[in-house]
Protein backbone atom coordinates (compact mmCIF):
# COMPACT_ATOMS: atom_id res chain seq x y z
CA UNK A 1 0.00 0.00 0.00
CA UNK A 2 1.23 3.57 -0.78
CA UNK A 3 0.13 6.12 0.20
CA UNK A 4 0.31 10.53 -0.73
CA UNK A 5 -0.01 13.49 1.55
CA UNK A 6 0.00 16.62 0.32
CA UNK A 7 0.04 19.90 2.09
CA UNK A 8 0.89 23.87 1.53
CA UNK A 9 -2.61 24.69 -0.69
CA UNK A 10 -5.01 27.84 1.02
CA UNK A 11 -5.82 31.11 -0.29
CA UNK A 12 -3.46 34.09 -1.66
CA UNK A 13 -3.91 36.85 -3.78
CA UNK A 14 -2.77 37.20 -7.24
CA UNK A 15 0.85 37.86 -7.63
CA UNK A 16 1.76 35.54 -4.73
CA UNK A 17 3.25 32.78 -3.80
CA UNK A 18 2.33 29.28 -2.42
CA UNK A 19 4.82 25.98 -2.18
CA UNK A 20 2.89 22.43 -2.05
CA UNK A 21 4.48 19.19 -0.84
CA UNK A 22 3.79 15.40 -1.24
CA UNK A 23 5.19 13.06 0.85
CA UNK A 24 5.06 9.44 -0.38
CA UNK A 25 4.92 6.40 2.23
CA UNK A 26 4.33 3.12 2.19
CA UNK A 27 5.65 0.02 0.84
CA UNK A 28 7.23 0.20 -2.49
CA UNK A 29 10.90 -0.40 -3.81
CA UNK A 30 11.70 3.27 -5.56
CA UNK A 31 9.53 6.12 -7.30
CA UNK A 32 10.18 6.76 -10.75
CA UNK A 33 7.97 9.88 -12.23
CA UNK A 34 6.43 12.48 -9.55
CA UNK A 35 4.22 15.17 -10.66
CA UNK A 36 1.33 17.62 -10.19
CA UNK A 37 -2.08 17.80 -11.52
CA UNK A 38 -4.68 20.36 -11.42
CA UNK A 39 -8.09 19.74 -11.47
CA UNK A 40 -11.42 22.31 -11.85
CA UNK A 41 -14.07 21.27 -11.67
CA UNK A 42 -15.89 20.51 -15.46
CA UNK A 43 -12.56 20.39 -16.72
CA UNK A 44 -10.13 17.70 -17.46
CA UNK A 45 -7.80 17.14 -15.18
CA UNK A 46 -4.43 18.54 -16.28
CA UNK A 47 -0.60 17.48 -15.66
CA UNK A 48 1.24 20.98 -14.34
CA UNK A 49 4.25 19.30 -13.82
CA UNK A 50 6.47 16.30 -13.71
CA UNK A 51 9.89 15.13 -12.73
CA UNK A 52 11.87 12.39 -13.61
CA UNK A 53 13.62 10.13 -11.04
CA UNK A 54 16.77 11.56 -12.21
CA UNK A 55 15.54 15.33 -12.58
CA UNK A 56 14.42 15.96 -16.03
CA UNK A 57 11.72 17.91 -15.88
CA UNK A 58 8.72 19.58 -18.13
CA UNK A 59 6.21 21.75 -17.26
CA UNK A 60 2.52 23.20 -18.69
CA UNK A 61 3.19 26.12 -20.99
CA UNK A 62 1.09 28.11 -18.87
CA UNK A 63 3.03 27.44 -15.74
CA UNK A 64 6.49 27.89 -17.15
CA UNK A 65 9.00 30.40 -15.95
CA UNK A 66 6.14 30.80 -12.54
CA UNK A 67 5.76 27.21 -11.26
CA UNK A 68 9.19 24.78 -9.99
CA UNK A 69 9.17 21.00 -9.54
CA UNK A 70 11.31 19.58 -6.92
CA UNK A 71 11.94 15.60 -5.34
CA UNK A 72 14.00 14.73 -2.51
CA UNK A 73 14.78 11.02 -3.69
CA UNK A 74 16.01 10.06 -0.12
CA UNK A 75 12.83 11.36 1.43
CA UNK A 76 10.19 10.34 -1.04
CA UNK A 77 8.87 13.64 -1.18
CA UNK A 78 8.47 15.92 -4.23
CA UNK A 79 7.51 19.94 -4.16
CA UNK A 80 5.72 22.35 -6.62
CA UNK A 81 6.80 25.98 -5.95
CA UNK A 82 4.38 27.93 -7.13
CA UNK A 83 5.25 31.72 -7.81
CA UNK A 84 3.35 34.43 -9.17
CA UNK A 85 -0.09 32.78 -9.03
CA UNK A 86 -3.35 34.03 -10.98
CA UNK A 87 -7.00 33.43 -10.90
CA UNK A 88 -6.44 30.77 -13.61
CA UNK A 89 -4.23 29.14 -11.18
CA UNK A 90 -7.18 28.01 -8.67
CA UNK A 91 -7.66 24.69 -9.11
CA UNK A 92 -7.36 21.22 -7.10
CA UNK A 93 -3.99 20.38 -7.60
CA UNK A 94 -3.02 16.64 -6.92
CA UNK A 95 0.24 14.79 -6.58
CA UNK A 96 0.97 11.67 -8.71
CA UNK A 97 3.59 9.39 -8.79
CA UNK A 98 4.78 6.01 -10.54
CA UNK A 99 6.20 3.80 -8.17
CA UNK A 100 8.35 -0.15 -8.91
CA UNK A 101 6.93 -1.43 -6.15
CA UNK A 102 9.69 -4.09 -5.93
CA UNK A 103 13.13 -4.62 -7.46
CA UNK A 104 11.50 -7.53 -9.25
CA UNK A 105 8.22 -5.52 -10.91
CA UNK A 106 8.28 -5.72 -14.56
CA UNK A 107 6.13 -2.44 -14.69
CA UNK A 108 5.18 0.88 -12.56
CA UNK A 109 1.97 1.27 -10.40
CA UNK A 110 0.21 4.28 -10.32
CA UNK A 111 -1.22 6.84 -7.69
CA UNK A 112 -2.89 10.17 -6.57
CA UNK A 113 -3.22 11.98 -3.56
CA UNK A 114 -6.28 13.38 -2.38
CA UNK A 115 -5.79 17.06 -3.76
CA UNK A 116 -5.28 20.56 -2.12
CA UNK A 117 -7.05 23.21 -3.07
CA UNK A 118 -5.18 26.21 -4.14
CA UNK A 119 -7.59 29.45 -4.75
CA UNK A 120 -5.97 32.75 -5.78
CA UNK A 121 -8.11 36.04 -5.41
CA UNK A 122 -7.69 38.69 -8.07
Known amino acids: QVHLTESGGGLVQAGGSLRLSCSVSGSFASIADMAWYRHVPGKARNLVAIIRRHGETNYADSVKGRFTITRVNAENTVDLQMNNLNAEDTAVYLC????????????????WGQGTQVTVSS
Open 96 to 111: HVEVWQSRHSTGTTKY
